[in-house]
Antibody, heavy 122, light 107 residues
Framework: EVQLVESGGGLVQPGGSLRLSCAASEFSVNSHYMNWVRQAPGKGLEWVSVLYRGGNTYYAGSVKGRFTISRDISKNTLYLQMNSLRPEDTATYYC????????????????WGQGTAVTVSS | DTQMTQSPSSVSASVGDSVTITCRASQVINNLLAWYQQKPGKAPNLLIYTASSLQSGVPSRFSGSGSGTDFTLTITNLQPEDFATYYCQQANSFPWEFGQGTKVEMK
C-alpha cells in the first residue's frame, strides 16, 4: 500500500530545533515532488515546503531560513529540519506526495501521511 | 504572493442538495488549482487537480471548473460523508497557498 508515515513531533521550547521524518512505502521519495503542509490547532492548511525530484526546494516565507527540507533515498524518507522554532510554528505537520498523471505533475497532493504534532512552548 | 479567497466560509445543506464553493485567486494561476476535503482529525484528501480533473477514486458528484482567477467546486447530490471542510490550493507560483477553507455543515 502506498503510504506515508510521519514521526519526530513533540514539545520543544522556543528557539529550539526538531527534525521531522516521513517514511514512504511502495514508492520512492525521489520519484515524486514531496511536500510538507502544516495546520495550526483549529486553523486551516498552510503549505510549508516542497522538494522536487531534481533537488530544487521552495519554502513558505514564514519558515524560509529556519526550515530545511531534504530526503534520504537509501531510507526512502523525507525530512523537515526545523530550527529557531517559534510558538506560531505549533501545528500538525503533514507530509504529502505530489501527484503525476501520464508522467506530468498534477500539482495536487495525492497521498498524505497521518500527521505529527509539534508544540512550541516554554 | 498569490492570495486565495474562498467563499462562503461555511454553508448549511441537506443530503441530496447541491453545494457550490468558490475560490478566487489574486492573480491568474493558469488552472493550477486543486481542491481537498478534510474531515476532523484526518489528513486532507485530494478531490480535484488542474481545476477540473477528478482524482482517481473520487466520486463523480464532485466537479471543478473555472479558469484565470475564479474557480468553483460543486458537489451534487450531497451525501452524509461529504460533510467536511474543503480547501482550494494554488500551485502556479511560490509560495503555494491554500484558501481559508469552507465548512459544509448539515442543515
Amino acid at each position: 500500500e502506498v503510504q506515508l508515515v510521519e514521526s519526530g513531533g513533540g514539545l520543544v521550547q522556543p528557539g529550539g530545533s526538531l527534525r521531522l521524518s516521513c517514511a514512504a512505502s511502495e514508492f520512492s521519495v525521489n520519484s515524486h515532488y514531496m511536500n510538507w503542509v502544516r495546520q495550526a490547532p483549529g486553523k486551516g492548511l498552510e503549505w510549508v515546503s516542497v522538494l522536487y525530484r531534481g533537488g530544487n526546494t521552495y519554502y513558505a516565507g514564514s519558515v524560509k531560513g529556519r526550515f530545511t527540507i531534504s530526503r534520504d533515498i537509501s531510507k526512502n524518507t523525507l525530512y523537515l529540519q526545523m530550527n529557531s522554532l517559534r510558538p506560531e510554528d505549533t501545528a500538525t505537520y503533514y507530509c504529502a506526495r505530489g501527484g503525476y498523471n501520464n508522467g506530468s505533475p498534477t500539482y495536487g497532493m495525492d497521498v498524505w501521511g497521518q500527521g505529527t504534532a509539534v508544540t512550541v512552548s516554554s | 504572493d498569490t492570495q486565495m479567497t474562498q467563499s462562503p466560509s461555511s454553508v448549511s445543506a441537506s443530503v441530496g442538495d447541491s453545494v457550490t464553493i468558490t475560490c478566487r485567486a489574486s492573480q491568474v494561476i493558469n488552472n493550477l488549482l486543486a481542491w481537498y476535503q478534510q474531515k476532523p482529525g484526518k489528513a486532507p484528501n485530494l478531490l480535484i487537480y488542474t481545476a477540473s480533473s477528478l482524482q482517481s477514486g473520487v466520486p463523480s458528484r464532485f466537479s471543478g471548473s473555472g479558469s484565470g482567477t475564479d474557480f468553483t467546486l460543486t458537489i451534487t447530490n450531497l451525501q452524509p460523508e461529504d460533510f467536511a471542510t474543503y480547501y482550494c490550493q494554488q500551485a502556479n507560483s511560490f509560495p503555494w497557498e491554500f484558501g481559508q477553507g469552507t465548512k459544509v455543515e448539515m442543515k
